[in-house]
T-cell receptor, first 111, second 115 residues
Framework: RKEVEQDPGPFNVPEGATVAFNCTYS??????FFWYRQDCRKEPKLLMS???SGNEDGRFTAQLNRASQYISLLIRDSKLSDSATYLC????????????FGAGTRLAVHP | DARVTQTPRHKVTEMGQEVTMRCQPI?????VFWYRQTMMQGLELLAY????????DSGMPKDRFSAEMPDATLATLKIQPSEPRDSAVYFC?????????????FGEGSWLTVV
């Protein structure tokens, strides 16, 4: 089983739609969670951190469910510019606390 | 605007040749990562350094890959000899482990094609 698993998609949605992605992680001791965004042929960039109580940044809402070991990202009122791959990222605790990336979920927003 | 700088941006080389990729982390960042991304495997962590010391290179094929940090402003990833299966995008990233969270900042990547 992979440490971080995501549905690869693609999710094809019209502008204005609400779309949600889920991600599961295997290490119950993980403490840090993030969503990164990667545009085609570009580097990943931090979209938002995910906090235990859930957090919102404009049209984006992130939730964490520790009991079930999953993280979600909700995008409301999708824009064409939201088209990208969304990477779920979880820390792998231990001596060196490295970050593990999921393979990503591709989103395509169409007019 | 501080950013991670990688060279070369694109490289096409023949199988068997040595490839060296270089990275300048964001000034003041003490943690440097090398990731490899392919369509099949996604982003894989190859190696990472903290305060220039290698902490984890378990993701790196040891027989042909090597990673070093000669100084705080330069990280290198070397492949010798290169093989077609090494074709991928190699990202360098850096973070300040003393800062809030573990946000890491990526360079634009080195796009490697081995023919």
């Amino acid at each position: 089983r992979k440490e971080v698993e995501q549905d690869p998609g693609p999710f094809n949605v019209p502008e204005g739609a609400t779309v949600a992605f889920n991600c599961t992680y295997s290490n119950s001791a993980s403490q840090s969670f993030f969503w990164y965004r990667q545009d085609c042929r570009k580097e990943p960039k931090l979209l938002m951190s995910v906090y235990s109580s859930g957090n919102e940044d404009g049209r984006f809402t992130a939730q964490l469910n520790r009991a079930s070991q999953y993280i979600s990202l909700l995008i409301r009122d999708s824009k064409l510019s939201d088209s990208a791959t969304y990477l779920c990222v979880v820390n792998s605790p231990g001596g060196y606390n490295k970050l593990i990336f999921g393979a990503g979920t591709r989103l395509a927003v169409h007019p | 605007d501080a950013r991670v700088t990688q060279t070369p941006r694109h490289k096409v080389t023949e199988m068997g040749q040595e490839v060296t990729m270089r990275c300048q982390p964001i000034l003041g960042h003490n943690t440097v990562f090398w990731y490899r991304q392919t369509m099949m495997q996604g982003l894989e962590l190859l190696a990472y350094f903290r305060n220039r010391a290698p902490l984890d290179d378990s993701g790196m094929p040891k027989d042909r890959f090597s990673a070093e940090m000669p100084d705080a402003t330069l990280a290198t990833l070397k492949i010798q000899p290169s093989e077609p299966r090494d074709s991928a995008v190699y990202f360098c990233a850096s973070s300040n482990s003393l800062g809030a969270g573990n946000t890491i900042y990526f360079g634009e990547g080195s796009w490697l094609t081995v023919v």
